[in-house]
């Protein structure tokens, strides 16, 4: 009896240990990343400062500030919505520069009538071309937020707002909570509302300096997981020394099925393109893409063109695919070893990133003003180009093992798909590349079941 119970405790034992560590194997093909931390921007995030600049009889009057601290990712049109929930019963009496996009029910107001009563309002930017006596400071851009690197002067959005039914003292005032941002859609994380020095104001002679009543400071960090359940953009691979194209992985961005999702994409000469660009119902933002292996919005393309005595050549393309974007001041970051000794680069744009100190392997690159800083829509002129010519370090150069092409790439701040690495076009005279790449780890989960139920 003993020896049939211990019998039963050991396979009971053995079935546990399978169903854990079965687990575990449909976990490491299940999870991914939410990539909340960028490798390449450590430090970026958008900071919001709530300046309360003076106290009314029953509330204050603040200036709300967004400063896009991020290097490269921008926020485009129809740009960002910020939303909070108030810690009391507040209304905001008036703004400038920025308005909410409902009333709420005001009812309990006789005469003066606030501008919003809501518990959580959602506040949206001002169009360009607001009046004059309804601007501030770097306000009315359409929500538009340029990065901090293209153009940093563009990187900051502001609005006035006169709170009501609020504490009017340091001690008394409640900070709001639950801070929301989208830019214009999902991705971006806000912590709380954390109080901080005064801000300092310097007047306009530039004789005396002037502070905030209070300042309170709230950070969003941006994850491409939460903005989007597929990536936005892959990248495809071409060299002179052979003749193989390796295009985006097949499903990089999703999977063409018209049988279960009909109208996902659509075929460059359909007779039906206009009308479903048009979209009846769609959202502007919802893409509408180019059917394709792929399925993604946006490929760059990164061809090693020529080689010197002393330099080599690389020509990168970037093409859309989306029918209803215009992609407006985008921007390409492209690491690469030999990022050090870049010696020119033709029609676009470039700035070394230097996320870690002594390393200069990341480049940024966009569009030239009024030349290339708009990706027109999916077409003939869906496409911007340009040429890199690199300074050959004899010490690290070679077209070996795929060392020509990019480790990583980002467009608007989005991880590219990268093909596999066993996919680079080899050299000529490079051993012959496996012809299933994906067989080795598929061999040993079945041996590890295998071996698991044999001795369950």
Not at 12 to 31: A, D, E, Q, R
Not at 46 to 67: C, E, L, N
Not at 219 to 229: D, G, N, P, R, V
């Amino acid at each position: 009896m003993e020896s049939q119970c211990l019998s039963a405790t050991g396979s009971i034992t053995k079935l546990s240990s399978f169903t854990i560590l079965l687990f575990f194997l449909v976990s490491s093909l299940t999870f991914t990343s939410t990539e909340a931390y960028d490798a390449l921007d450590p430090l970026g995030n958008i900071t919001i400062k709530w300046d309360v600049i003076s106290w009314t009889p029953d509330g204050y009057v603040a200036v709300v500030t967004m400063f896009n601290f991020q290097q490269y990712r921008h926020i485009q049109a129809p740009g960002w919505t910020l939303g909070w929930t108030w810690a009391k019963k507040e209304v905001i009496w008036s703004m400038v520069g920025a308005q909410t996009t409902e009333q709420g029910d005001c009812s309990r107001y006789k005469g003066n009538v606030p501008h919003c009563c809501k518990k959580d309002p959602t506040v949206v930017d001002l169009l360009p071309g607001t009046p004059y006596n309804q601007q501030i400071a770097n306000c009315c851009k359409g929500g538009v937020m340029q990065s901090w690197i293209q153009d940093p002067g563009n990187a900051v959005s502001s609005f006035q707002i006169s709170v009501g039914a609020a504490g009017t003292t340091n001690k008394t005032v409640r900070l709001p909570k639950n801070f929301t941002l989208k830019a214009p859609g999902p991705g971006y994380s806000c912590g709380r509302a954390a109080i901080v020095k005064p801000t300092r104001y310097l007047t306009a002679d530039k004789r005396r300096w002037t502070q905030a009543m209070m300042t309170w400071n709230i950070t969003c960090t941006y994850s491409q997981f939460l903005a989007q359940k597929t990536p936005t953009c892959c990248v495809s691979l071409s060299s002179f020394y052979n003749d193989t194209i390796v295009n985006c992985p097949t499903c990089a961005c999703g999977c063409e099925n018209n049988s279960t999702d009909p109208g996902s994409c659509v075929e460059p000469d359909s007779p039906y393109l206009a009308s479903a660009v048009a979209g009846n119902g769609k959202s502007a933002n919802s893409p509408l893409v180019q059917c394709t292996s792929h399925m993604c919005p946006v490929r760059v393309h990164w061809h090693v063109k020529l080689n010197y005595k002393e330099y080599w050549r690389v020509k990168v393309t970037v093409t859309n695919f989306n029918y209803r974007m215009n992609y407006t001041l985008w921007n390409l970051v492209v690491q690469h070893p030999n990022f050090d000794n870049l010696t020119k680069i033709f029609s676009f744009n470039y700035k070394s990133l230097t996320p870690y100190a002594g390393l200069n392997d990341t480049a940024m690159l966009w569009g030239v003003k009024f030349y290339n800083d708009l990706l027109m829509q999916a077409g003939p002129l869906g496409n911007a180009q340009s040429e890199l010519l690199f300074r050959k370090d004899t010490s690290t150069f070679t077209f070996e093992k795929g060392w020509a092409f990019p480790r990583r790439v980002y467009f608007n701040g989005d991880n590219c798909v990268m093909p596999p690495p066993d996919a680079y076009p080899w050299l000529p005279n490079a051993s012959p590349r496996p012809t299933i790449s994906l067989l080795s780890p598929v061999i040993t989960i079945v041996a590890s079941l295998v071996f698991l139920l044999a001795y369950a």
